[in-house]
């Protein structure tokens, strides 16, 4: 409790890794300690009125209030980077307006800077690991997600890819109230995808397949992908049941190239080919020429284990698989060899972030998916 209460107070790379860590629904970490960690999703410390009023008068002008019929100064969620508002305007938009705090971008390098010295505390990270490359990327990332022009064209993207969709819905953008430190949109009414957790088991596995669906689409056709799965960012319109799709900040442009190393990848793992396995995840950058043959062993055992759910011709039950905790424990005999200093590219690390949020949450659903059948259309 003293650990959540302290991280609610702080904003950006700190407050980030605990929603991070929120994520766990209990699958990992002590259910107890998830459930505390949980208020973190959407309960950060947000801005007194204010400083909201001193921000918003900055980015739009003094006079803003005028457009609005309404406007709750009081914000509906608060997170790492901004905090979101409703508010109606004069011509009738309801609006979700997210307004980012002051100073985040100026203290990203500094967050990010402070966690790796806790990293490089002997013990937590292998000497000769060069995790560098992993702590420019995170700071990159942190620094697009506060952008919110940037975050604005990404929403107009996925609306646009996701347009017509019966399975997804997202906000529309609105343009005339937005800058780079606030972005207003549709608010959606919709409800917690907590509110799942009992439906039927038809409803929670068609759940997870367009949720699964989706990454494989980000990955292989849309050649962006949406690599924050925090649950918040997944809600349930009660009107029509579609999945409500929420924060665009994370969004990472995928190279072709890294799409089609993945598929060559996936379509080594379908037909069983260790060599082919092998010669793929090299490609990736999961390990090096000069990786050491037992670890090249270790990290290819890991991922045949992974596979395994995706090879079978029935449905996977991501309730009642042991799969997770012998991953875990094969996961762990990895990170505990203190001699594997190799580490993968940061953005297959950021879709492994995906990849593993969402298997976190059909686990949490109960979800039975024929993986499989899913898969097979984007060989």
Known sequence: MRLTAGLSHMRGAALKIGQMLSMDSGILLSPEL????????DDARHMPPKQLQSVLNAEWGTGWRAKFRQFDVRPFAAASIGQVHRAETLDGRVLAVKVQYPGIRASIDSDVDNIATLLRLPGLVPTGMDIAPLLRAAKQQLHEEADYLAEASHLRRFGT?????????LPELYPDLSTGHVISMTYMQSQPIDALMNASQELRDRTATRLIDLVLRELFT?????????????????ASGRLVLLDFGA???LDSTL?????????AALDGDPDQIRHAMHDIGY??????????????????????????????????????DRLRATGLAIGNDRDLTHVPPAETLFLHRKIGGMYLLATKLRARVCLRNLVEQYR
């Not at 055992?301 to 991501?318: K, V």
């Open 34 to 41: 998830t459930s505390i960690l949980a208020s973190l999703r």
């Open 161 to 169: 890819v996701l347009a017509g969709s019966d399975a997804f819905v």
């Open 222 to 238: 849309f050649h962006a992908m949406q690599t924050d799965p925090n649950l918040a960012n997944y809600r349930v319109d009660p």
């Open 251 to 253: 969004v990472r442009i």
């Open 259 to 267: 799409s089609s190393a993945f598929r060559t990848l996936l379509n």
């Open 287 to 324: 390990f090096a020429s000069d990786t050491a043959s037992h670890h090249q062993a270790l990290i290819q055992q890991m991922f045949e284990l992974a596979m395994a759910p995706l090879r079978q011709e029935t449905a996977f039950d991501f309730g009642a698989s042991d799969l997770l």
